[in-house]
């Protein structure tokens, strides 16, 4: 690949970046300003503590965590009609590179999700600056500047599953059903998550993002289902991207599928808009599903219409399939066990 050609990429994902913090972050679905209902500091993580029985305030909370000595940023939407009685599923949703906690709380409009189907989801925000967001420290792994993390960086790893904690402590969480997703950095975050920390994290979903870590010493085999579309061209369908994105995404499906000791060949199954490719005959039921989507760019599928400002960097949407409403349906065949 020419280097213009990479250097044109890291540009297009800059703009994104820099087009999502300032269109989407402040504004609701109509456009207004949409303020957090409140507003404070998760206590310290016990491992022990529950917060069932405990009512809190339902819809959007911004809170601050502090861990490995770092106040870290997340907001959690708890959804209508929680009385702290019943034990609720967990999604962390992780932000892209150069991106926001608030921000993807809008790309990915999750929070109706929630209200619908019960589950509290948390927006957890990275902590390595750039381009007016954030970056997530991937171990290992290289920025969208092609520079390693810096070495002053703290572990999201602890970050997460810290965090994890943290909110079981104060919502009533089924620990049980904890899960991950996250769009493009984030995605590729979850998909860390799955190998480092899979007796926390039953299932993942990654949007434009799914790797497979090497090496990935998860302690079991763990679900996977994954977005992605052929027309991405931040983080190419078929590989060859930024030095963080070199194998192409079925190939990355293939690979947890092995992970995951799947049978070898994949039931493919063709849909309008999109094309499924599902490993089934998993150990302990981990399949591993990617749905490519026809013709969509960077996107979230089905999410909420985003501005031409954005769709002209990012690429074009597509309602094809609603990834919310199948990652859930999918998360909640998959418990962890």
């Known amino acids: 690949m020419q280097l213009g050609c990479v250097s044109g990429r890291v540009l297009a994902a800059v703009a994104a970046a820099l087009l999502l913090g300032q269109a989407i972050a402040g504004c609701g679905s109509n456009g207004d300003a949409a303020p957090l209902t409140a507003a404070g500091t998760l206590p310290p993580a016990s491992g022990t503590t529950s917060g069932c029985g405990h009512k809190e305030a339902t819809g959007s909370l911004q809170y601050t965590v502090t861990v490995s000595g770092r106040k870290r940023t997340v907001i959690v939407h708890v959804p209508a009609g929680y009385t702290g009685k019943q034990k609720?599923?967990?999604?962390?949703?992780?932000?892209?590179?150069?991106?926001?906690?608030?921000?993807?709380?809008?790309?990915?409009?999750?929070?109706?999700?929630?209200?619908?189907?019960?589950?509290?989801?948390?927006?957890?925000?990275?902590?390595?600056s750039d381009a007016g967001g954030y970056d997530w420290n991937i171990p290992g792994v290289p920025l969208i500047s092609g520079k390693l993390p810096p070495a002053s960086a703290p572990s999201d790893i602890t970050f997460l599953t810290t965090l994890v904690r943290d909110i079981a402590g104060k919502y009533c969480v089924n620990q049980s059903r904890v899960y991950a997703t996250g769009v493009s950095g984030g995605g590729r975050m979850a998909s860390q998550l799955a190998c480092d920390a899979s007796?926390?994290?039953?299932?993942?979903?990654?949007?434009?993002?799914?790797?497979?870590?090497?090496?990935?010493?998860?302690?079991?085999?763990?679900?996977?289902?994954?977005?992605?579309?052929?027309?991405?061209?931040?983080?190419?369908?078929?590989?060859?991207?930024?030095?963080?994105?070199?194998?192409?995404?079925?190939?990355?499906?293939?690979?947890?599928?092995?992970?995951?000791?799947?049978?070898?060949?994949?039931?493919?199954?063709?849909?309008?808009?999109y094309h499924l490719t599902r490993y089934v005959s998993c150990g302990s039921g981990a399949e591993v599903e990617l749905y490519a989507i026809t013709g969509e760019g960077h996107e979230w599928p089905g999410g909420p219409a985003m501005p031409q400002t954005i769709t002209s960097v990012l690429g074009p949407q597509s309602n094809a399939v609603s990834a919310n409403a199948l990652m859930w349906a999918f998360f909640r065949a998959h418990p962890l066990s």
Not at 203 to 212: E, H, N, Q
Not at 243 to 256: E, I, K
Request: net charge neutral; glycine share 8%; with cysteine.
């Open 199 to 273: 007796t926390v994290f039953a299932a993942i979903a990654p949007v434009a993002g799914l790797r497979y870590p090497a090496p990935c010493p998860a302690a079991r085999a763990v679900p996977v289902i994954a977005f992605h579309g052929t027309a991405d061209h931040v983080d190419p369908f078929n590989g060859n991207g930024f030095p963080y994105w070199t194998y192409s995404v079925p190939t990355a499906a293939r690979l947890w599928a092995g992970h995951n000791h799947c049978a070898a060949t994949p039931q493919a199954i063709a849909g309008h808009g």
């Open 88 to 128: 609720l599923a967990l999604v962390l949703n992780l932000h892209g590179s150069e991106s926001t906690a608030r921000a993807q709380e809008k790309f990915s409009g999750m929070d109706a999700t929630s209200d619908a189907d019960r589950f509290i989801v948390a927006y957890p925000q990275a902590i390595i």
